[in-house]
């Protein structure tokens, strides 16, 4: 039974450049969240996407984006990096979005680096 | 307010020896889950348990129990028989079932077990 897999697994970019990262959810699950973690942070919710479309989403400028797709895999964008958006990018899945939900099982999560 | 605090930012347990890791939530929900999580040095998030609200038993998972006190809105995790691969950080983590998906984090505490 294949976990939560994201791509890639570190990333390296310059301030204002955009960025794309990946993540493929548990079999069987349907949807998935983001999480920016900071060092020495605990994560904090980017956004969590149900049936193709954002369902809920944190306190998290427009620069942040995504997308879920048919096969329920998602990606989050980033546009205009900051330094600040340098973090570990945890990406989790889980079953359902609507009527209560299951444990979120987390990816090994993207370290971007912006310079 | 914080949604879940987490007071120890790092605990020492020797190795075979039993360790409380605290936690406490806010929350106005009736209907909530609790959640720890463990991350290694690798980055990924691991579940570890989970407890809902309305749960009246304890919830335990192998050498993890969480010692949930509803009305002191608190939910610690307790590690049995600590193992030198228990060294690590650990969440502790909120989902409030009626106002939304997302999971709120702590701060983490770094747990290390001495040989």
């Known amino acids: 039974d294949a976990g939560v897999t994201q791509s890639p697994t570190h990333l390296i970019k310059t301030r204002g450049q955009q960025v794309t990262l990946r993540c493929s959810p548990k079999?069987?699950?349907?949807?998935v969240s983001w999480y920016q973690q900071a060092l020495g942070q605990g994560p904090q919710f980017i956004f969590q996407?149900?049936?193709?479309?954002?369902?809920q989403r944190g306190n998290f400028p427009d620069r942040f984006s995504g997308h879920q797709f048919p096969n329920y895999s998602s990606e989050l964008n980033v546009n205009a990096l900051l330094l600040g958006d340098s973090a570990l990018y945890l990406c989790?899945?889980?079953?359902?979005?609507?009527?209560?939900?299951?444990?979120?099982?987390f990816g090994p999560g993207t370290r971007l680096t912006v310079l | 307010a914080q949604k879940i605090t987490q007071t120890q930012p790092g605990m020492f347990v020797q190795e075979k020896e039993a360790v409380t890791l605290d936690c406490t939530y806010d929350?106005?929900?009736?209907?909530?889950?609790l959640f720890w999580y463990k991350q290694p040095s690798s980055g990924e998030m691991i579940f570890l348990i989970y407890?809902?609200?309305?749960?009246?038993q304890n919830a335990t998972e192998g050498r993890y129990s969480l010692n949930f006190q509803k009305a002191r809105k608190s939910a610690n995790l307790v590690i049995s028989a600590s193992q030198l691969g228990d060294s690590a950080m650990y969440f502790c983590?909120?989902?409030?079932?009626?106002?939304?998906?997302?999971?709120?984090f702590g701060t983490g505490t770094s747990l290390t077990v001495i040989p």
């Open positions: 989790a899945s889980s079953r359902g979005a609507g009527q209560g939900q299951d444990t979120q099982y």
């Open positions: 079999s069987g699950h349907d949807t």
């Open positions: 996407y149900y049936e193709e479309e954002e369902r």
């Open positions: 929350t106005s929900d009736q209907s909530y889950g």
């Open positions: 407890q809902g609200s309305y749960d009246e």
């Open positions: 983590a909120m989902r409030e079932d009626y106002t939304g998906n997302q999971f709120y």
